[in-house]
């Protein structure tokens, strides 16, 4: 008996902890498989060495883009299209400062944690990994 607990246990702990476990799920934005590597010493991404700055960047994949965000202690990636409307042509996000604005509504959302006021579904979030001077976004 002790030791089927105890497996349990074990089993509950590595399978429960998984690190890559990553939930993007929303009803408006489709899942796309991509990736995408942002050299911060070429001109077009070096904003992005200094806390507070956006790019919007264009990988095969999102329709409406990425948008890459220095937090200061790390990189957050988000879906470049408005994550509570169906893709049309103004379901675009536009950044402004620390911020994205939908283009076709009044949705204004924070860059630093994905979230809007009042609103069903955050920025559609995608993976980051950083190695020196290039910043790796993928789904």
Do not use: H, W
């Not at 008996?1 to 702990?13: P, Q, S, V």
């Not at 809007?116 to 559609?124: A, I, T, W």
Request: aromatic share 12%; net charge positive; proline share 4%.
């Amino acid at each position: 008996m002790k030791k089927t607990t105890l497996l349990i246990l074990f089993a509950t702990f590595i399978f429960g902890c998984s690190k890559d476990r990553f939930n993007n799920d929303n009803p408006y934005l489709p899942n796309y498989n991509f990736s995408i590597d942002l050299n911060t010493n070429l001109p077009t991404y070096a904003s992005l060495k200094f806390t507070g700055n956006a790019v919007k960047a264009y990988p095969s994949g999102p329709s409406r883009g990425i948008i890459v965000f220095n937090t200061g202690s790390g990189f957050n990636a988000y879906d470049g299209a408005c994550p509570n409307q169906d893709l049309t042509t103004c379901s675009t996000l536009n950044i402004s400062g620390s911020n994205a604005n939908c283009s076709c509504g009044s949705e204004n959302y924070n860059l630093f944690t994905g979230q809007s006021s009042g609103q069903s579904y955050d920025l559609k979030k995608y993976r980051v990994e950083v190695n020196g001077d290039v910043i790796r976004v993928y789904n």
